[in-house]
């Protein structure tokens, strides 16, 4: 007799770690990009906004800099912040803003620079370069979850009112602000952006009322300028001098060019004009341009006046690590001239903007990753889930969370980094993209600008290395688990859909009544009649196939075999009284089995066919395949049918002589 508590076994119920398993999996899906934010892939019957509220949503990120990049820009560059932040200004109105213009008009999608050197650099060249980009835009919006939440964190413990407790356990804090923000993604979460509206708008109004307060005790103590002023001559003697410093010194300053490549990022959710299209977004593409110039003007006047405020009226001391202003020149002054009330109001708004700008970097990394690497055959199925990608960059966002030990300050040189290699690599992108087109003055433009930006990412790096340490992870990371994946999923179809011309048609339903329908793998180098003749010659002799049996020559002509999946379009023609179907695609033997299946559906007969063996060693003609898309012909062709179809009596037979 069997009781009910023998039968309650863990076969019929499902174990915890296949509970765990089915949770992880439960959002997987074929469609990347879901969350409202950077590099989202939005359906096209999704409702789009005004390009001035996407501002907003991409100003949680860019605006939100305000909270820490006033005490960075004087800590690096002491009483020559306001000079260096006028260098700043004018790259970013001169430079990045036009670079970015004309990204927004070739790359309308959303995409980015990084798309455009994928389509200007060719086949593995340009995936690679790719990949590497990759790895620098993931330090970018990693680094961004990290650097706000501690900046949160600083805002939060500086506070009068916070508790004692919390004082000396920054990095604890920190680590909380990053759990709770991964909790809120891993149960699901949409990036609203009524609330970034709200948000934005609140956190620029209390900044005008900050600097206004601060520019006002500056007009009303002449004497502040003045001291400002000899001190500035103390210790850099000339103007001369001083303008050569603040060159020297504004590439630490870069984290004020964070908002570009996010702005081009979010363009798809830019609602354009009625008669906009997919092929030629007019309308979006012109709010685009909107959203870039007035953000760039607003961050330009937030830039200079808070770095002249902070400047002018904090000690120096005060922004040194440990100090009242470090990580939050601009709510030091909150508190210091409108009082505690107002300057926790500050606070929270800062915090909050803060945590968003958080949730919006993790949104563009969930969106980011699925966006290439599926498409590269280089993604782990477990990567088009959102819950493991979550769990992945949290466990890398607490690490670098310690290892910079929550400090604001030392966070911005690879936060920096990152911004600087995508904006310098955007620049490159349209100068490449001019001289395509012919427009040589763009060109010379565009070069000029680009050996401006390189010099700023060279000099950043020189003098702060650790964005490149942290970088260099991420593109090791994303390389490694690329390769692994790319060669796990070699044995799949990868034909995304397999359509036959008219010829190429009539020739495998001709040959179907017969009720036979043998092909014979034939290299596409070779297309003398003579050698088509000797090949059929060959094979009828090696594998017995009857003179009375006709065949049909497949050829697979490999274009670019860095590509995963495509469609395939087959072509019939004559060589003499030889029937060839012909292909390009990326892989011959994939190609040849999706061939064999699709013949089998449309003419309901079980296709043979018939290949030589590879000549040479078997390992290098495997490493051949995976990289260019042919080798080991023979045995692969017949490894993806086996793994395609897992009944044998429907399998292609694949003879080999």
Known sequence: MVTAAENDTPDNEPSAKRRLSSWLLADITEEPGGHLGPHRITPKKE???????????????YFSTLGYQPG?????????????????????????????????RESPHGEGSIAMLEKLLPKWRGKIFVLVLLGFAATDFLITMTLSAADATAHLIENPFAPTFLSGHTVAVTLVLLALLSAVFLRGFTEAIGIAVGLVAVYLALNLVVIGTGLWHIATAPSLV?????????????????????LIVFPKLALGLSGFETGVAVMPQIKGDRDDTEENPEGRIRGAKRLLTTAALIMSGFLLTSSLVTTILIPENEFQPGGAANGRALAFLAHDYLGQIFGSVYDLSTILILWFAGASAMAGLLNLVPRYLPRYGMAPSWARAVRPLVLVFSIIAITVTVYFDANVDAQ????????????????????????????????????????????????????????VKVASFFIAAILVVSLLSRISRAFELRATSVEFDETALRFITDAAKEGYLAMVAHDAEHLDENQYRTKELQQRADSNIPSTESIIFIEVNVIDSSDFSTDLLIHGRRRGDHRVLWVNSPAVPNTIAAVLLRTRDLTGVIPDVYFEWSEGNPLTNLLRFLFIGEGETAPVTREVLRRAEPHRSRRPHVHVG
Request: charged letters at 10%; glycine letters at 6%.
């Open 72 to 104: 960075i820009a004087a800590l690096a560059a002491g009483t020559l912040a306001p000079l260096a932040t006028i260098v700043l200004i004018l790259l970013t109105i001169f430079g990045a803003l036009p670079v970015y213009r004309r990204v927004a």
């Open 226 to 246: 003045t001291d400002w002023t000899r001190a500035m001559s103390t210790e850099h003697g000339n103007p001369a001098m001083m303008i050569l410093v603040a």
């Open 47 to 61: 409702h789009r906004h005004p390009w001035w509220k996407v501002m907003c949503l991409t100003g949680v990120d």
């Open 412 to 467: 911005s040189s690879a936060y920096a980094t990152g911004v600087l290699v995508l904006i310098s690599s955007a620049t490159v992108a349209v100068a490449l993209s001019a001289r395509k087109h012919g427009a040589r003055k763009l060109f010379w433009g565009f070069s000029f600008i680009a050996v401006l930006f390189v010099y700023t990412t060279i000099a950043n790096i020189v003098e702060r290395p650790d964005g």
